[in-house]
């Protein structure tokens, strides 16, 4: 079978507390062997940390996502560095961070959004980015206080853009837009884009795929990620799986 890694899953969120094991058993099924989940509050990084250490299949990072800017403070910058050196050699990249124009407090996000580039830069971990309406500023931002390697989320942008982060060394994140037909200029831009530079993803609970829209989203449909990534590129779907695979070992070892 395949060997699947979901880069970006929250399955320490709430919405997984009922059922979880079955979550989990599913994807397995379906070939998905290893979950990135990234944090996004400090008050939420005690729940992620206690739940990745009973779970071996588990990857995970620390980070201040924009969504949550009123509960984030500049001492939390703090806490986070003391918890990556205590934690070192566990937590594997920092995020999820960014920055989000849809947000309040933009230039509380941008403070913030450099100081944990520069930590990851300084720990040498990689970032999660979230973006929304800020690809340029992003880029510009990672090439002049970040690290060498990361993955910018849920990508949706323009072959130009695309081309600007991976030439930085950073993957993109593909995930459940990609199934949607609206979605032209992303497509063209991941159809694009060497799948070198690719990690696979599903954001669960969130942004669910085409057909199952209104649905919790789970890790175990980022098998059909690939299926529609495999299409797009009209390629061979387990030669594109292997490279996948490696892509995202090798960006979270």
Known sequence: MMRLFDTHCHLDFDAFDKDREAVLERANEAGVERFMVPGVTRNQWEKLTSLASKNTSWSYALGLHPWFIEEHDISDIEALEQTLEQQKGQVKAVGEIGLDKTCQHYDKQHTLFIRQLELAKQLKLPVIIHHRKTLDRTHADI????????????????????????????????????????????????????????????????????????????????????????????TDKEALASQLWKNSVELFS
């Open 143 to 234: 090439k002049k206080y970040g690290p060498e390697r990361g993955v910018i989320h849920a990508f949706s942008g323009s072959h130009q853009q695309a081309m600007k982060f991976v030439e930085q060394g950073y993957k993109l994140g593909v995930g459940g837009v990609i199934t949607y037909d609206r979605a032209q200029k992303t497509r063209q831009a991941i159809q694009d884009v060497p799948i070198e530079s690719l990690v696979l993803e599903t954001d669960s609970p969130d942004m669910p795929l085409s057909g199952y829209q209104g649905q919790r989203n789970e890790p175990y449909r980022v098998a059909l990620v690939l299926d529609a990534l495999a299409e797009l590129k009209s």
